[in-house]
C-alpha cells in the first residue's frame, strides 16, 4: 500500500506542466539521437546533462530529462536498423537480422509498427517490475560476483554460435574475432596496453559501436551502390503500415517472455541491452524450430528483440538508484547528473528524495506512452 501511495505522489510530481514537456522533449530528442548510428543513448544522456545543469533544472526534472532520451534512444535504434540495415545503437543490431529483410519485402511500415509496440510493453513491464520488485532485484544483483559473470558471458556467446542454425562455426568465428578485437587498449586490472601498437588513439580500445558501424553501414553501402548500378530500382512499401490483430498475437507471447528476460538482465550491472537482445533472439529462434523463417523477415525476430533491449534499459535504473551501481554505461553517466546536484543513488535515496524517484518511475511510465506515439 505504501508503494502505491509513493507512486501516486510519483505521478504527481511527473504530472506537472514543466515534467511533462521535459519528458516529452526528451523522448522526442532521444528518438533523433538514438536513429543516427553513431550516436547512441550514452553520448545523448552526456551532451544534455550539463545543458540541464546550466539551466537550473531541478535535480527530478533533469533526471525526468536524461531518462527520457535514454528510452528515446533505445526506441529510436531501430528505425535505421530496420530502413537501412544500421543498427542506430548496439541494442538494435539484432533488429536488423529480420527487420531489414521485413523492409525490403514492402513490409517495412508493419516492422517499425510492431517494434514500436513491442518497445512500448518492454518499457512497462520493466518500470512495473522495477515498482514491485526492485529491493529484492538490487539484492540478488549485489550477489553476482565475477564466476556468475563469466558463466553469463559464455552463454551469451552460446546464444551467439546458435543464432547461425546449420552454420554454427561462422558466428563462433565472428564472436572470436570480437573477442580478439576487445583486448585492444588498456588492461583494467593490470594497466599494461594491449596490441595498441604505440598508437595513442587504441589506449581507449576498439569501441563497440564504431566496429558495428563499419560492419553494418559500410558494407550496406556498398550493396546499395551495388544495386543502383543493376538498377534494381528502390524497395518499395506496401500500403499497410500498422500491424493486424493477427500480427500482435502472433507476437504477443513472445514480446511478454522477452521483455522479462530484457528486465532481468537489465538489472544485472554491466550486463546490457545487446546481450538482452542476443540472448531473447536465440530464445525464441529455439522456441519457434522449424516453424520460424528468423533471418528472413520473420516478425517475431523484430518484436523480441525490441521489447528486450527497451526492458534491459529499464532495468539498468534498479541498481542504479537502489545501489549506487551503475546497471548500463548510460546510468553511469546520469549517476554523474546526480553527483552534480549532490545527490548520492543508494537505498537511503528512497527515503531521503522520494520525490525523485518516484517522480522519475512515474515519469518513465508517461515517456513510453509518449514514445509509442511519436514512434
Request: net charge neutral; hydrophobic share 55%; aromatic share 8%.
Amino acid at each position: 500500500m505504501d508503494t502505491l501511495q509513493y507512486l501516486l505522489n510519483g505521478f504527481g510530481v511527473a504530472l506537472t506542466v514543466t515534467n511533462l514537456v521535459v519528458a516529452a522533449l526528451g523522448a522526442l530528442i532521444g528518438t533523433i539521437v538514438g536513429m543516427l548510428p553513431g550516436l547512441g543513448p550514452i553520448n545523448g544522456v552526456a551532451i544534455l546533462m550539463p545543458i540541464a545543469f546550466a539551466l537550473k533544472l531541478p535535480p527530478e526534472t533533469a533526471l525526468i530529462l536524461l531518462a527520457a532520451v535514454y528510452m528515446g534512444c533505445e526506441f529510436g535504434g531501430r528505425i535505421s536498423a530496420i530502413l537501412l540495415n544500421v543498427p542506430g545503437d548496439a541494442g538494435a543490431i539484432m533488429t536488423t537480422l529480420d527487420g531489414y529483410p521485413m523492409a525490403k519485402a514492402g513490409q517495412a511500415g508493419v516492422a517499425l509498427s510492431i517494434s514500436a509496440w513491442s518497445s512500448f510493453i518492454g518499457g512497462m513491464v520493466a518500470t512495473t517490475g522495477f515498482v514491485l520488485f526492485a529491493p529484492l532485484l538490487a539484492r540478488w544483483a549485489l550477489a553476482f560476483g565475477p564466476a556468475e559473470y563469466f558463466a553469463l558471458m559464455v552463454f551469451a556467446f552460446a546464444c551467439i554460435t546458435g543464432l547461425m542454425g546449420d552454420a554454427p562455426m561462422k558466428a563462433a568465428l565472428a564472436a572470436v574475432i570480437g573477442l580478439a578485437l576487445a583486448t585492444v587498449g588498456l588492461d583494467s586490472n593490470s594497466g599494461v596496453y594491449r596490441f595498441t601498437a604505440d598508437n595513442v588513439h587504441l589506449s581507449d580500445g576498439i569501441q563497440f559501436i564504431v566496429v558495428v558501424i563499419g560492419l553494418f553501414s559500410v558494407s550496406e553501402i556498398l550493396l546499395m551502390l551495388e544495386q543502383h548500378f543493376q538498377s534494381t530500382g528502390m524497395i518499395k512499401a506496401t500500403g499497410r503500415s500498422l500491424f493486424n490483430l493477427k500480427e500482435l498475437a502472433y507476437t504477443w507471447w513472445g514480446t511478454v517472455r522477452s521483455s522479462v528476460v530484457g528486465f532481468v538482465v537489465g538489472v544485472l550491472p554491466g550486463a546490457g541491452a545487446t546481450i538482452a537482445s542476443a540472448m531473447t533472439y536465440t530464445m525464441e529462434k529455439n522456441i519457434a524450430g522449424a516453424s520460424g523463417t528468423f533471418g528472413k523477415g520473420d516478425i517475431r525476430g523484430v518484436a523480441a528483440p525490441e521489447a528486450a533491449n527497451n526492458a534491459s534499459a529499464g532495468g539498468s535504473f534498479v541498481p542504479m538508484l537502489t545501489l549506487g551501481v551503475p546497471g548500463s554505461g548510460t546510468t553511469a553517466v546520469m549517476m554523474g547528473a546526480l553527483a552534480l546536484y549532490n545527490i548520492t543513488p543508494g537505498p537511503a535515496l528512497f527515503t531521503q528524495n522520494p520525490n525523485l524517484v518516484w517522480g522519475l518511475i512515474a515519469s518513465m511510465f508517461i515517456a513510453n506512452v509518449l514514445l509509442l506515439v511519436m514512434n
